[in-house]
């Protein structure tokens, strides 16, 4: 009994599913029949939703509340802004049930979709369920019809089933897309332009499917990338699970993309090799450059030693023949001194038998453009890139090429400077190049840049410690013209200025 010595009525949360008026539970039906009050949220100066929904189930007797929302996307002129706004209708909302509640009358709230599942009806249940007698009817969400609407399964087995709303901003829902096996996409409106952006991050867009007020009579259901202009905050992306076609890798059409990593972490990665990463039936690589990839369940691993690279390319153009879509990884950009040349040799030295096999590079931040990076612009004026390995051709094309690089006065990246077994091939560059540098030639000893165990030191062609190069390491061996500023702290950086001093140019030769 309350103060009036009267029973008071009941609370109701009833879910009136996504617009359907069939696809009310048969619980909600007779609810909402039977209750003396049906109060149900609306925008202003609009019809509710919910009400229509629920309308072939009204009696005329009923008495109805409609709770106006005070703003939905547009500016409020309330003290506290949107929030405070928002906690004030609410607040009114509730005050105005109680008084109904307190006459012993049952009061049904209609509710899209669930009411616990970013339902309004939730906020009225914080501020009155623990003063009444509450019961909340569920109902049927709107992902669940607009599956069924799209005629697409969104999970299976032991997939995990992601639900976001829109409205987290492009750059988390990129994130939760990458990793999630299944989702949904809410709350679109406004941030449509952004969702479709992470979905083509994420490398989900292809499969992606857009529905509007699923199962009413305004539904419109369309591929992701088919949809243009404005949408209603009130419709949805649907992520389904990749079919089972699709997820046994047996699609007609195979192909085979090379992707760079940079030379480190995942700040290093782009948005277009996160999306192949993502897409991928398998991936191919060098066993610590594959561990930089997050695992994704669904996804196959050919890890191999990095000296395997042949073999390697092989093992995944058999697997894009077969049809499954194939990301080989390679540290840096894969189109230097990386996987894709690997993987054209073999293409072009197997004749036709790859020849209809799709194979796509995708580059990355090379190691080079990371170092010079952390000094400043050493590569600012004409450059030249150099591998001092003679693994795959003669030392002797090497030295001819450091010498034509030295007597044309470039810049020089140098790659694989040293490994165990190489030591001395590093020390003979340094003597060649000293023919045509100074020995206070700007030197930038880059190791192991945006890893763990970075170590960056700016030092000259004379001066510099050979000992502690690695095949972990890049050197940056500056021009005539290249330059150290003392910054603060002690910090010193490098740069090769964008213009040749006129002396030079004007005599045509180039400094010993």
Not at 34 to 47: D, E, G, S
Not at 266 to 286: H, K, M, N, S
Request: hydrophobic share 40%; with cysteine.
């Amino acid at each position: 009994m309350n103060r009036n010595g009267r029973q008071p009525g009941k609370l109701f949360g009833v879910g009136v599913g996504p617009g359907d008026p069939e696809l009310l539970t048969l619980k909600a039906r007779r609810v909402v029949e039977a209750a003396h009050v049906v109060a149900y949220p609306c925008a202003r100066h609009r019809r509710s939703v919910a009400r229509r929904i629920a309308a072939p189930y009204l009696r005329e007797e009923q008495l109805e509340i409609a709770l106006s929302f005070p703003v939905t996307t547009e500016q409020t002129d309330h003290p506290e802004g949107y929030e405070g706004a928002l906690r004030d209708f609410y607040d009114e909302s509730a005050a105005e049930l109680a008084e109904h509640l307190e006459q012993g009358r049952d009061v049904a709230v209609l509710c899209e979709g669930d009411p616990f599942f970013y339902g309004s009806y939730m906020y009225l249940h914080e501020r009155l369920a623990h003063h009444y007698e509450v019961e909340v009817v569920p109902g049927v969400t709107s992902f669940s019809a607009a599956a069924a609407a799209a005629g697409t399964p969104l999970v299976k087995r032991d997939d995990v089933f992601t639900v976001l709303p829109g409205t987290l901003g492009p750059d988390a829902v990129t994130e939760w897309l990458r990793s999630a096996d299944a989702a949904v996409v809410l709350k679109l409106g406004r941030a449509f332009s952004g969702v479709c952006s992470a979905a083509e991050q994420a490398g989900v867009a292809e499969r992606a499917i857009y529905v509007e007020r699923a199962s009413s009579p305004e539904q419109r259901i369309s591929a992701l990338r088919e949809v243009e202009g404005d949408v209603p905050y009130m419709s949805l992306v649907l992520v389904p699970t990749l079919n089972g076609a699709q997820a046994n890798g047996d699609s007609a059409q195979g192909c085979l993309t090379v992707v760079g990593l940079g030379p480190a972490g995942r700040e290093w990665l782009t948005p277009e090799a996160q999306a192949v990463l993502a897409e991928a039936d398998e991936l191919v690589g060098y066993g610590p450059y594959l561990a930089r990839v997050p695992e994704r369940k669904g996804q196959r691993r050919q890890a191999s030693d990095n000296r395997n690279e042949t073999e390697r390319a092989r093992v995944a153009l058999d697997l894009a023949t077969r049809g499954k879509r194939v990301a080989v990884v390679s540290s840096g950009d894969p189109g230097i001194f990386a996987m894709a040349a690997a993987v054209l040799e073999v293409v072009d030295e197997a004749g036709g038998t790859y020849s209809q096999t799709a194979v796509r590079v995708v580059p990355g931040l090379s190691a080079m453009q990371a170092a010079a990076a952390r000094v400043g612009a050493p590569l600012g004026h004409d450059f030249c890139v150099l591998s001092l390995s003679d693994q795959l051709k003669p030392w002797e094309i090497i030295e001819r090429r450091l010498e034509a690089a030295g007597a044309a006065d470039l810049v020089l990246a140098l790659y694989n400077p040293a490994s165990r077994t190489r030591r001395e091939q590093l020390e003979r560059a340094r003597s060649v190049l000293l023919r045509h540098r100074s020995e206070g030639t700007p030197v930038v000893v880059a190791r192991d840049v945006g890893g763990p165990e970075e170590d960056v030191v700016v030092s000259t062609l004379a001066g510099f410690d050979a000992e502690s190069v690695d095949m972990r390491t890049l050197l940056v061996i500056g021009s005539s013209t290249t330059r150290v500023i003392e910054g603060p702290g002690g910090t010193r950086q490098v740069y090769t200025p964008r213009r040749y001093p006129a002396g030079l140019r004007a005599s045509r030769r180039y400094p010993a």
